[in-house]
């Protein structure tokens, strides 16, 4: 007889992942920022025409309760409260001909406004 073994990990769920794409083009603007300390902060602020939006910046403080995922030599920084709002988030960087940037896939939004940048 076999015996299956279920293994609870301590290790918290991700808040956010980082997909390569989106690691290699803050890691260039980190360069290009000359500060290799910085990390990138995400942030959810109320705002915007379905009642939140998405804020993201670099930053250098790093507060005790701050949610710190690490992507190589990427860090980001997520505050305990947005991290309710967007947790298990994908951000990916696209780069095509109809204009590059940052989308974030966030799988609790509930009701999105047409330009993408506000949710609830």
Request: proline letters at 4%; glycine letters at 10%; charged letters at 25%.
């Amino acid at each position: 007889m076999t015996q299956v073994l279920s293994i609870k990990s301590n290790k918290p769920e991700k808040v956010v992942t980082v997909t390569d794409n989106a690691a290699t083009k803050i890691g260039e603007l980190i360069t290009a920022e000359g500060d290799p300390g910085l990390a990138l902060r995400m942030a959810v602020r109320p705002g915007g025409c379905s009642g939140f939006s998405y804020e993201m910046f670099f930053d250098s403080e790093i507060d005790d309760d701050d949610h710190v995922e690490e992507f190589g030599d990427i860090k980001v920084v997520v505050d305990p409260q947005s991290a309710e709002m967007v947790k298990g988030s994908t951000l990916d960087y696209k780069d095509g001909l109809m204009g590059a940037g940052f989308a974030i896939e966030n799988p609790n939004v509930t009701r999105s406004c047409g330009c993408g940048n506000s949710f609830s």
